[in-house]
């Protein structure tokens, strides 16, 4: 027997047990029975069947609240997507929730030739990090502004895009810059140099973009705002009725990018260009609930994947907002 073969047998072996164990409902002990192996034998090939990708478990969150929740954000915010899962015990477990979503539907949206913008953050690389491996052709992985710092383990966005660009054959474009650049003059020097020219070039041209959502003055641990930001730009963006900021870029409650150095020196994405190219937002927590709405005021989000609780108290803010 060849290998192609043997494993052809295989595969139709942990159908023949994945059916009978998630479809019939038999018990393990049932299925080795019937099919003369040993009970530690169905256990592990209905663990191998889950692994290769045989036997993809959905978990449905649908329920009336949930059903009102995405039905209200889309009559107000006029969002075409919104993706919800339950929210959990403790902010990690709700976040873990929330990046096997995400992964889902980024495996369903990629296709071949398509450029993809990423951010870094714990939700995109949570998102990532779940993804599995995929075969396209010809994918093209920018990231959407430069580093904070290129010594930050996981949380450096070159980790983030790599890791993405190995799990999907692509190729990965980087920004080797600071994220930030206080005087003029040096960063218009830095954006004209081929490399990083070439990539905002590809930022302009993305088909989609895949981010998290930041807050200010919240407890959940973001690198840019706890690491970067210093307290006396801090008080300037709270000052401005600064929430929240999107790749990279501070917003107020309406949703509209502060008038800031900050925002017009980034090496990156440009204020102007967030929001025309589709754009997939990962972010949960009440903490980050009043970013989240100013990000749905200003129209900007073609997906949004969040929690329940988080959307709930979105929609809570909102209504304050209106009376």
Request: aromatic share 6%; glycine share 6%.
């Amino acid at each position: 027997m060849t290998k192609e073969e043997k494993q052809a047998d295989e595969r139709q072996l942990l159908i023949e047990v994945s059916v009978r164990y998630f479809l019939d409902g038999m018990t393990q002990s049932q299925i080795a029975k019937e099919l003369f192996l040993s009970r530690p034998k169905v256990s592990r090939l209905l663990k191998k069947a889950k692994e290769t990708g045989i036997v993809s478990i959905n978990i449905n969150y649908a329920s009336d609240q949930t059903e009102y929740i995405r039905d209200e954000l889309t009559k107000r915010f006029n969002i075409n997507n919104v993706r919800m899962v339950k929210t959990q015990s403790n902010y990690s477990d709700t976040l873990v929730e929330i990046g096997k979503y995400a992964a889902d539907v980024m495996s369903n949206v990629m296709f071949d030739g398509m450029t993809i913008g990423i951010s870094w953050g714990h939700s995109v690389r949570n998102t990532v990090s779940q993804m599995k491996k995929l075969s396209y052709e010809d994918i093209k992985i920018v990231e959407l502004f430069g580093a904070i710092s290129y010594d930050m383990g996981e949380s450096d966005i070159l980790s983030i895009g790599t890791n993405l660009a190995n799990k999907i054959g692509a190729r990965f474009y980087p920004i080797p810059a600071p994220i930030f650049v206080d005087n003029k003059e040096a960063r218009d020097a830095l954006v004209k140099s081929p490399i990083i020219k070439h990539s905002l070039e590809m930022i302009d041209n993305c088909d989609l973009i895949l981010t998290g959502l930041g807050a200010v003055e919240t407890e959940i641990p973001q690198t840019l705002w706890d690491i970067y930001v210093k307290d006396e730009l801090k008080e300037k963006i709270l000052r401005k009725g600064g929430v929240g900021f999107l790749c990279a870029h501070f917003f107020d409650q309406r949703g509209e990018f502060l008038d800031l150095n900050i925002n017009k020196n980034i090496i990156g994405i440009q204020s102007d260009t967030i929001g025309k190219q589709k754009m997939i937002v990962v972010a949960g927590g009440e903490r980050k609930s009043k970013a989240i709405l100013g990000a749905l005021r200003a129209g900007r989000i073609d997906t949004l994947i969040s929690d329940e609780d988080a959307l709930l108290k979105v929609l809570e803010l909102d209504d304050k907002i209106r009376k």
